[in-house]
């Protein structure tokens, strides 16, 4: 009996042992568990953190690499990171220094693992991001652009902030470069028209595609003129065009891209003429994206592709 009692009390402590060593494992399986998703966590606020970067540094391309970085640098902060410049570089899809690769880094803390002697983790996300040209656009004006004009493919250009005057004379029967944005036919009317102006055509307007002329000189109107008015020293998206067919209210406009311009002023005398003056701006518009850059004047609208 006292030989069977011995055997016993050193099962039982065989069995405390075991239970001891079993409770470490599952602590280390839990703590594992909690400090993975902990740094899943964070790695997720990194990603968010890149994007952002990688997206306000894109809306800059292709022109200004160093206002991308600070751009970059200043929403990282904002969205409770750090970034150094460094860790912003550039590359070319489309375009030289049209897209831009963002590394933020950090550390995420462990809380359970510190007992098995696993301290911090590093965590870290990568984004790419570029400003791909404008395919399709949102809200763009009714007055289209020759692509021709010295600005946008002269020697040395696009030549973007410089004074600019766009002649809007006679380029067919009916036609003073006025379009119908939203690919209808027949005339728009000078409500429709100013509304244009003044918010941007309400659709999406794809290119390349052929769109109708809205003929006569209707910029003459007073609702025409009190849209424009209101645009002054504003941006507006102007459809690019190369080529026309056609006549009247048949007259069509091949338009191939856009581009921004910034209106300073306007003349529109009689039924034969007018001008719009100002400056071509790079810019960044809502719409999709195109692989079919037709020239380095095009807006652009930002993607993340990594």
Known sequence: MRRYLRRLRAQRGQVFALTALSMVGICGIAGFAIDTGTWYRAHRAQQAIADAAALAAAADLPNDTNQATADAITYASRNGGSLAAENVQFSSTYQ????????????????????????????????TAT???????????????????????????????????????????????????????GGSGQTILAGWILNGCNCSTTTPNWLYNDAGAKFNSSQVASALDQRLNGNLL?????????????????????????????KFQGSNNGSISGYFVQTMWEGTGTTYPPGPYTATTTQLVG
């Open 238 to 266: 102007f459809p690019v065009y190369d080529q026309t067919e056609g006549g009247g209210s048949n007259l069509e406009y091949h338009v191939i891209a856009f581009v921004g311009f910034h209106i300073t002023d306007y």
């Open 96 to 127: 030289a220094n049209d897209t831009v690769t963002v590394t933020t880094q950090s550390s995420a803390p462990s809380y359970f693992l510190k007992a098995l002697g696993i301290g911090d983790a590093s965590v870290g996300a990568t984004a």
């Open 131 to 185: 400003a791909v040209p404008l395919g399709s656009a949102w809200g763009a004006a009714p007055f289209a652009v020759y692509y021709t004009q010295r600005e946008l493919s002269g020697t040395g250009c696009p030549c973007f902030d410089q004074p600019t005057t766009l002649q809007y004379g006679k380029v067919g029967p009916g036609g003073f470069q006025i379009i119908n944005i939203d690919g209808s036919s």
